[in-house]
């Protein structure tokens, strides 16, 4: 086993991160983790992304890979208050926000 310690300066993320958005989402913990699970078997090296569809009518989270397929998760909030909104997230970022 090795590592390494990177240094530098990294890309401003807080400048490019709003620090409020105007849309909310309630979302039920368990389900929504159980959801993305599902939802990232299909992700790949490559893409490393899942797609987050947040509107009204539910949630619809997406992957697609080329050597495994595609996926298309439906989930239902408990609310949503605002303008529809797609974010991509890294599948390996979502997992460990349902370990908390």
Same mark, same amino acid.
Request: charged share 25%; proline share 6%.
């Given at each position: 086993m090795?590592?390494?310690?990177? =240094?530098?300066?990294? #890309? #401003?993320?807080?400048?490019? +991160?709003? !620090?409020s958005?105007?849309?909310?989402?309630? &979302? *039920?913990?368990?389900?929504? @983790?159980?959801?993305? !699970?599902?939802?990232? &078997?299909?992700? *790949? !090296? =490559?893409?490393?992304?899942?797609? @987050?569809?947040?509107?009204?009518?539910? &949630? %619809?989270?997406?992957? =697609?890979?080329?050597?495994?397929?595609?996926?298309?998760?439906?989930?239902? #909030?408990?609310?949503?208050?605002?303008?529809?909104?797609? +974010?991509?997230?890294?599948? =390996?970022? %979502?997992?460990?926000?349902? !370990?908390?």
């Amino acid at each position: 086993m090795w590592t390494r310690l990177a =240094e530098g300066r990294f #890309p #401003p993320w807080r400048d490019v +991160i709003p !620090k409020s958005g105007a849309t909310t989402v309630g &979302l *039920d913990a368990r389900a929504f @983790c159980h959801a993305v !699970k599902r939802a990232a &078997l299909t992700s *790949d !090296k =490559e893409a490393k992304r899942v797609t @987050c569809e947040f509107k009204a009518s539910g &949630l %619809l989270m997406t992957a =697609e890979a080329a050597t495994r397929g595609r996926s298309a998760v439906a989930h239902t #909030p408990t609310s949503h208050d605002g303008p529809d909104v797609v +974010i991509h997230f890294a599948p =390996e970022y %979502l997992a460990n926000v349902c !370990k908390v």
